[in-house]
T-cell receptor, first 117, second 113 residues
């Protein structure tokens, strides 16, 4: 079955360390997204990519970095510059804008919960 | 970016209908209205979407106002498994509005047995 796989599900990090969260999809989607969710809050967009080798900053990109070398993969690195990284991270994907436009539905992964010790 | 406004929380009894409202007064003509829901500690899942006409699927119905400035997600018979946070978002076809999707805090739906 097609879907999005996020790993690891749980991750613990010491202050000052960079960590990378994996997001892989086999839905043949061109567009991919990273969101952050804090307890009791909605989703906030970190980065999004509409095509391979291209990505754009979302609303809270500071302290994060991404790459998009393959269509299937969109890893997120939480750097030591992120002041408060403890959160639930969600990856999503969809078809590109020129195939369905605003009708395109987002498919989400199960999330990765990062805790800074 | 076009934004949506939803009540913070709503309650329902099991097997009763639930009407979840969403206001989007700045919606543009090409914006689709999408609904997602999120169970605790899980990723959101798609529920339904529409442009102008009312829509039905196996999960829910979407009623869209004639002026498109508001919409209502209808769960015809709520079950305990429908207890979740429901998000109403707008998705346009423009370059920025397509990728930069904004999720608000959503509506927490509580279903009582």
């Amino acid at each position: 079955d097609g879907g999005i796989t996020q790993s690891p599900k749980y991750l613990f990090r010491k202050e000052g360390q960079n960590v990378t969260l994996s997001c892989e999809q086999n839905l043949n989607h061109d567009a991919m997204y990273w969101y952050r969710q804090d307890p009791g809050q909605g989703l906030r967009l970190i980065y999004y990519s509409q095509i391979v080798n291209d990505f754009q900053k979302g609303d809270i990109a500071e302290g994060y970095s991404v790459s998009r070398e393959k269509k299937e993969s969109f890893p997120l690195t939480v750097t030591s510059a992120q002041k408060n990284p403890t959160a639930f991270y969600l990856c999503a994907s969809s078809y590109p804008r020129d195939r369905g436009g605003g009708a395109n539905v987002l498919t989400f992964g199960a999330g990765s919960r990062l805790t800074v010790l | 970016d076009a934004k949506t406004t939803q009540p913070n929380s709503m309650e329902s009894n099991e097997e009763e209908p639930v009407h979840l409202p969403c206001n989007h007064s700045t919606i543009s003509g090409t914006d689709y209205i999408h609904w997602y829901r999120q169970l605790p500690s899980q990723g959101p899942e798609y529920v339904i979407h529409g442009l102008t006409s009312n829509v039905n699927n196996r999960m829910a119905s979407l009623a869209i106002a004639e002026d498109r400035k508001s919409s209502t997600l209808i769960l015809h018979r709520a079950t305990l498994r429908d207890a979740a946070v429901y998000y109403c978002i707008l998705r346009g076809a423009g370059g920025t509005s397509y990728g930069k999707l904004t999720f608000g805090q959503g509506t927490i739906l509580t279903v009582h047995p």
